[in-house]
């Protein structure tokens, strides 16, 4: 099935639900499809009911499925490393658009080696532009991420782990903020190529900007005593292993979801974010409370050098 521009392969999730013998599965769309359930429900050949709750990515699968045989999450790909207490069938999206980089990106090239990047999206895309590049004298690398990541050259916005050494690095996608980490964390600038309108850029400024308002929120904890660690139920987002690590002075919140509304009404002036890194490096600013990674925190009680501050990544 196409809708919005993305391909699911409905054939392999109904092969999937006749295998394992479900009569009830339970829907979980993201954002973007939540009001697109009757696509799904028309083409899915067992009962159905939706999940209603968040679906920001593979991370973020609902505590039970209660009386349902099988979690079908759509949009995202599998996180390896996370198990589920109960069957999850992925249906990726992945993009239909035809893409021809600009003759400027080959052009403005330095080296011989380029590394392409992308979310899941966009990976059909991604290989796809392999030949062109060796046409061009180019290698192509793809790097192996770690057990959170499933496919060559796929990133996520808490891990960068497909990182890999070339001369130049090529992400493509929609959005600022998987380059702009990719950057941080390989320390190289990364062009950027936005299939969807065309347009190329660079991170350098990008990151120039993020790193700014890094420093400043940093800077206003430093002189903060409330201080809270949230700690995220979502299992893919859960890392109560760092609270021994960052400090046991600090009160700990555990959280479902975490929402400026919530987070702001519990009256800590500081929040050490280690759920989705994205709260603090990519939303903070929809929060009254100063939102830190531990990273930051560290760098707060002097534990970290100002040059020790690193991308915050779930492995
Ligand atoms: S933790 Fe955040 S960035 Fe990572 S997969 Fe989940 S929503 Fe995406």
């Not at 192509?140 to 891990?159: A, F, H, M, S």
């Not at 400043?216 to 690590?245: H, N, Y």
Request: proline share 4%; aromatic share 8%; hydrophobic share 35%.
């Amino acid at each position: 099935m196409i809708l919005c521009g993305y391909r699911f392969d409905m054939d392999r999730v109904n092969e999937e639900l006749e295998q394992m013998g479900a009569k009830k599965a339970l829907l979980q769309l993201p954002d973007g499809l939540r009001n697109k359930s009757h696509h799904f429900k028309n083409k899915i050949h067992c009962d159905l009911d939706i999940w209603g709750g968040s679906c920001y990515g593979a991370c973020d699968l609902p505590a039970s499925i209660r009386d349902a045989d099988a979690l079908i999450h759509v949009g995202h790909s599998e996180i390896p490393n996370l198990e589920p207490s109960y069957p999850v069938i992925y249906m990726e999206g992945r993009s239909t658009i035809d893409l021809d980089l600009p003759d400027d990106i080959y052009e403005g090239l330095e080296g011989k080696v380029v590394a392409l990047y992308s979310t899941v999206q966009y990976l059909d895309q991604i290989y796809g532009l392999e030949d062109e590049f060796r046409r061009r004298g180019i290698e192509v690398k793809y790097g192996e991420g770690d057990d959170r990541i499933k496919y060559p050259g796929q990133i996520l916005g808490c891990n960068f782990s497909c990182r890999t050494d070339a001369d130049e690095h090529i992400y493509v996608g929609s959005g600022t903020f998987h380059p702009v980490g990719l950057s941080l964390s390989l320390g190289e600038r990364v062009h950027v190529f936005a299939p969807g309108t065309g347009e190329l850029k660079s991170t350098e400024e990008l990151v120039d900007g993020l790193l700014r308002r890094r420093f400043a929120a940093i800077t206003l904890a430093e002189e903060k005593d409330k201080i809270a660690i949230l700690v995220s139920e979502k299992p893919g987002q859960d890392r109560r292993e760092l609270v021994a690590e960052i400090g046991m002075e600090c009160d700990v919140v555990c959280m479902e979801e975490i929402t400026p509304e919530r987070v702001d009404s519990l009256g800590y002036d500081v929040a050490i974010n280690t759920a989705c890194p994205r709260l603090a490096l990519d939303d903070s600013i929809r929060f009254k409370t100063i939102m830190l990674t531990p990273c930051e925190y560290k760098i707060t009680k002097k534990e970290v050098p100002w040059d020790g501050w690193r991308m915050d990544e779930i492995r």
